[in-house]
T-cell receptor, first 113, second 115 residues
Framework: DAKTTQPPSMDCAEGRAANLPCNHSTISGNEYVYWYRQIHSQGPQYIIHGLKNNETNEMASLIITEDRKSSTLILPHATLRDTAVYYCIVRGGGTSGTYKYIFGTGTRLKVLA | KAGVTQTPRYLIKTRGQQVTLSCSPISGHRSVSWYQQTPGQGLQFLFEYFSETQRNKGNFPGRFSGRQFSNSRSEMNVSTLELGDSALYLC??????????????FGPGTRLTVT
């Protein structure tokens, strides 16, 4: 299963873009990159996913490098409510029809007023 | 649509006892996964159930087990509790379990304290 590496913590000023990097150098060709976040004492919340192309939704944008060995989650206008731990996950393979998510240590993003 | 519910939310047990945690997935979701979260080890995958069958399993001892019922509700059991089993146990449900993409919806978790 591919592993991910993220910086342990980052700060971002409110209203600015938050760029959270993730390295997944051992990712396989058919593995997706997922991003989740966990606000203190709550269950993780899905943000976005991608395979090869850049993706955007109402919450964030995901930029995946051409070699797929790294990606960046972008929160375009960070607010105080975006303070959370952000997890970059590559879905592990298994036998056909099975999977497992492997969570890394995540990046603790603190949005500053 | 109601989210993933977990019961109980908090639990205190003594070493050596066993415990059963319950998870009700979002209506229509057939896949349920369980995770353990501790400050030292982070979020770790326990197992996944789909259509009442365990489809995948993490690296946990046999004291950790689970099952899924025909209505997709799931339970996990931990026998012979150890102090190190103190953790937040999270349940996540998803629409399908397959090789294609799907997102998981997490419940609020059950905080287990073993004394």
């Amino acid at each position: 299963d591919a592993k991910t590496t993220q910086p342990p913590s980052m700060d971002c000023a409110e209203g600015r873009a938050a760029n959270l990097p993730c390295n997944h150098s051992t990712i396989s060709g058919n593995e997706y990159v997922y991003w989740y976040r966990q606000i203190h004492s709550q269950g993780p919340q899905y943000i976005i996913h991608g395979l090869k192309n850049n993706e955007t939704n109402e919450m964030a944008s995901l930029i995946i490098t051409e070699d797929r060995k790294s990606s960046t989650l972008i929160l375009p206008h960070a607010t105080l409510r975006d303070t959370a731990v952000y997890y970059c996950i590559v879905r592990g393979g298994g036998t056909s029809g099975t999977y497992k998510y492997i969570f890394g240590t995540g990046t603790r993003l603190k949005v500053l007023a | 649509k109601a989210g993933v519910t977990q019961t109980p939310r908090y639990l205190i047990k003594t070493r050596g006892q066993q415990v059963t945690l319950s998870c009700s997935p979002i209506s229509g979701h057939r896949s349920v996964s369980w995770y353990q979260q501790t400050p030292g080890q982070g979020l770790q995958f326990l197992f996944e159930y789909f259509s009442e069958t365990q489809r995948n399993k993490g690296n946990f001892p046999g004291r950790f087990s689970g099952r899924q019922f025909s209505n997709s509700r799931s339970e996990m059991n931990v026998s012979t509790l150890e102090l190190g089993d103190s953790a937040l146990y999270l349940c996540a449900s998803s629409l399908v379990s397959s090789g294609t993409f799907y997102e998981q919806y997490f419940g609020p978790g059950t905080r287990l304290t073993v004394t």
